[in-house]
């Protein structure tokens, strides 16, 4: 841009990432309570973009529609970092349907902090990513165990309690080893923070009983670890069942979700569960490789979608 005899040069940078969206394979709302649980990050990746050139601070979110986790994210760097971010337009592309509940809000999030650390080359490892992420998760929505953010951040599966306090990568390659995970979606839009809202009136009506759910729920999942690693695919498939009555108690289950997981047991799943928060959005069920197909037929012919994909996936990186 040429004004009178100045030339001035505007610097603009640019980056892109990828994080993905994950599915909780055992253990929710418990995890909110400091138990352990089972995540998987999954194939279906949301992609972010900055433009970052000089000038006054200011954030452009064109096609952006919830742009809270963004402001957030960009507020707290503002405070931690003390950055002068200049002007920044971000844009966001999601390969999966925000519908289904893979996180995408955790997705953003996870892109957006590792974003700003390259951006500003601040060097971020990342345990540190994840704990702004799960900053700003709790900034936003005020509740959640981070399972999320942490399954956008590291990728994999995780063995995962609450703020990061465990976190472990398993091994990646296990659940396509001789039996897999199926997702079925129901078709209805879950709401995450009003079931957990729900299951804190639960604890406060009847809280030992709660306790001891809880624990169990825990035990379960300490279980089902070992199982995994054994490739004990029945026990595994036990498990994931013994959790489903535990989250049927707790009132999160519904009816959709209920008849995708007996069609799913019907069809010869080894186990079937709700995945997330419950009352709607997912529910995974375990298949021997070869009944994979019947596993997944038996869903839709109930009214779900099968859905394709990956486990296990990449967390967050940069995209060429
Ligand atoms: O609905 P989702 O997929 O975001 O899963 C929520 C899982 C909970 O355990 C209920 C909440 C949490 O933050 O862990």
Redesign the pocket.
Known sequence: MVIGNWVLVIIMRSITLSAPGKV?LLG??A??YGQPCLVTAVNQRLQLTIEQSDGEDKVETPEVGDTRFLDATIALFKEKFHLKTGLLKITTNCIFSGKY?F?SSSAVTSAMVAALSQLYNLNLSERQLFDLAYLVVLNVQGL??G??VAAGIFGGTLYYVKGGRVLEKLDNNILNDGAEIIVGYTGIK?H?VD??RQVAEKKAREPEKFDRIMLAIGQLVNNAKIKLAEKDWERLGTLMDFNQEYLRNLGVSSEKLESLISAAKRGGALGAKLS??GGG?CMIALARSDKREEVKQAISNAGGEALNMKLGAEGVKVEE
Request: no cysteine.
């Open positions: 909780m929710e709302h995890v909110v509940g996180g959640g165990s399972f999320d879950s995450t079931l957990v997330g928060a959005d």
